[in-house]
C-alpha cells in the first residue's frame, strides 16, 4: 500500500505541491520588461489569420487543449516528428488536428520575433496560450487576462499520448478522471467542454450513435430524432472520412452557452457531450449554464486558467525547458 495523509496518496500531493509551485511563477504581464507588446502582437496576428479562415479558431483551441493534457502546456504538441523520434501529433489522437492551429502557433511567433528586442525571448507555449485566448474572444466568447512565463518543453514522443485524452465515447467517471489528473473538477470539465460550440469533427468519431449504438437501438436513444436523421443525412455510411460536419448544430461560429441548451435538447454530437446532461450528477450544472451565459463564461475562464497550469515548466532555461528558436522542432 502506498502512503496517505487525510486519505490522499503522497504522489498526488506531490504532484499538486509541484503544479501549485510551477503556477506560482506564472504571471500576468511576465513579457512587461522583456518584449512589452507581446499581446498586442500575437493578437494581430492571430486576428489576420482568423480573417484568412474561420478554422483558425477551433482550430487552435484544440491545439492548447491536447497540448496542456500531455505532457503539460509546453508547446510539444507543435514539435514536428524526425526520423528518430514520432512526436506527439502523429500519434493516432491528434492526427485529426487542423493545421490552422499549429500555423497560427508559427506565424504569431514570427511576428513576435520580428520586433526588436523580442526575438526568442516568447516561448511558443506563451504564445499559442494567447492565441488561443485571442480566437476564443474573436469567436464571441469571454476575454481573459492570461497567466504567462512558461517554457517550451524538450521531448514530444507519440507514445507518451496514449491514455491521456478524452474520447467521443467516454462517460462521466471517465471524463472526471481524465479531468482530475490534470487538477481539473467535474464544473471545469463541463466548461471545458463547451469547446465544442466551435469547430467540427469527422463523421466517423460519433457514427456508431446512429448507425450501431446496439443491436436492438441502432440509433443512440438519447440523440434527438429529427437530430439523428440530420446526421444520417449528412454522414451516409461509407462517406468520405475527409467529410466534416459543426459539432454545434445551433450556432457554430459563435463561441457561447448554446452548447448547453443543444445537449437539454438532445443534440450533443458525442457521447461525452450528451453524458453531462443524462447523468445527474452533472444535468443541474448544464442546466444553469444554458440559462445564464454570464455563470458560464465565468467558469470557463476560471477552467481556463487552471488548463493554462498544467504540468508547466518555469524558471531560467534549461534541463526544465527552454525558449524554442521555432516552434515545430527543438533548438
Same mark, same amino acid.
Given at each position: 500500500m502506498g502512503r496517505f495523509y487525510n486519505n490522499i496518496p503522497l504522489t498526488l500531493l506531490s504532484l499538486s505541491c509541484l503544479c501549485i509551485l510551477a503556477s506560482a511563477?506564472?504571471?500576468?504581464?511576465? =513579457?512587461?520588461?522583456? /518584449?512589452? $507588446?507581446?499581446?498586442?502582437?500575437v493578437r494581430k496576428a492571430v486576428q489576420l489569420k482568423f480573417q484568412q479562415t474561420f478554422v483558425t479558431a477551433p482550430a487552435t483551441l484544440r491545439l492548447f487543449f491536447h497540448d496542456c493534457f500531455v505532457q503539460g502546456c509546453d508547446a510539444s504538441v507543435i514539435i514536428q516528428s524526425? !526520423?528518430?523520434? #514520432?512526436?506527439?501529433?502523429?500519434?493516432? +489522437?491528434?492526427?485529426?488536428?487542423? !493545421?490552422? @492551429?499549429?500555423?497560427?502557433?508559427?506565424?504569431?511567433?514570427?511576428?513576435?520575433?520580428?520586433?526588436? @528586442?523580442?526575438? $526568442?525571448?516568447?516561448?511558443?507555449?506563451?504564445?499559442?496560450?494567447m492565441a488561443t485566448r485571442d480566437v476564443i474572444a474573436l469567436t464571441g466568447g469571454p476575454s481573459y487576462a492570461v497567466e504567462l512565463g512558461r517554457l517550451d518543453g524538450l521531448k514530444s514522443t507519440a507514445a507518451s499520448v496514449t491514455g491521456k485524452l478524452p474520447h467521443p465515447n467516454f462517460n462521466l467517471n471517465q471524463l472526471n478522471s481524465l479531468f482530475?489528473?490534470? !487538477?481539473?473538477?467535474?464544473?471545469?470539465?463541463?466548461?471545458?467542454?463547451?469547446?465544442?460550440?466551435?469547430? %467540427? *469533427?469527422? /463523421?466517423?468519431? %460519433?457514427?456508431?450513435?446512429? =448507425?450501431?449504438?446496439?443491436?436492438?437501438?441502432?440509433?443512440?436513444?438519447?440523440?434527438?430524432?429529427? =437530430?439523428?436523421?440530420?446526421?444520417?443525412?449528412?454522414?451516409? #455510411?461509407?462517406?468520405?472520412?475527409?467529410?466534416?460536419? $459543426?459539432?454545434?448544430?445551433?450556432?457554430?461560429?459563435?463561441? +457561447?452557452?448554446?452548447?448547453?441548451?443543444?445537449?437539454? @435538447?438532445?443534440k450533443g454530437l458525442f457521447t *461525452?457531450?450528451?453524458?453531462?446532461?443524462?447523468?445527474?450528477?452533472? #444535468?443541474?450544472?448544464?442546466?444553469?449554464?444554458?440559462?445564464?451565459?454570464?455563470?458560464f463564461n465565468s467558469a470557463f475562464i476560471t477552467a481556463m486558467t487552471k488548463l493554462g497550469r498544467v504540468g508547466v515548466k518555469t524558471g531560467k532555461? @534549461?534541463? $526544465?525547458?527552454?525558449?524554442?528558436?521555432? /516552434? +515545430?522542432?527543438?533548438n
Open positions: 511563477q506564472l504571471k500576468q504581464n511576465y =513579457y512587461a520588461s522583456t /518584449c512589452p $507588446n507581446v499581446e498586442s502582437i524526425t !526520423g528518430s523520434n #514520432k512526436a506527439e501529433k502523429d500519434n493516432p +489522437d491528434n492526427i485529426s488536428l487542423a !493545421g490552422d @492551429g499549429f500555423d497560427t502557433v508559427i506565424k504569431a511567433k514570427a511576428a513576435v520575433d520580428a520586433v526588436s @528586442g523580442c526575438r $526568442n525571448k516568447v516561448s511558443c507555449a506563451d504564445i499559442l496560450t482530475a489528473a490534470n !487538477g481539473l473538477n467535474q464544473n471545469d470539465m463541463i466548461a471545458l467542454s463547451a469547446a465544442h460550440t466551435i469547430g %467540427f *469533427s469527422h /463523421c466517423s468519431k %460519433f457514427s456508431n450513435r446512429i =448507425y450501431n449504438f446496439t443491436k436492438s437501438n441502432p440509433i443512440d436513444p438519447t440523440l434527438n430524432k429529427q =437530430y439523428a436523421s440530420q446526421l444520417i443525412q449528412m454522414c451516409p #455510411k461509407n462517406v468520405d472520412p475527409r467529410i466534416a460536419i $459543426n459539432m454545434d448544430p445551433a450556432t457554430p461560429r459563435k463561441f +457561447d452557452n448554446a452548447y448547453y441548451k443543444n445537449l437539454q @435538447g438532445g *461525452s457531450d450528451q453524458v453531462l446532461f443524462t447523468d445527474s450528477r452533472s #444535468k443541474s450544472v448544464v442546466n444553469a449554464w444554458a440559462t445564464s451565459s454570464q455563470s532555461p @534549461g534541463p $526544465n525547458g527552454n525558449i524554442r528558436v521555432r /516552434c +515545430d522542432a527543438f
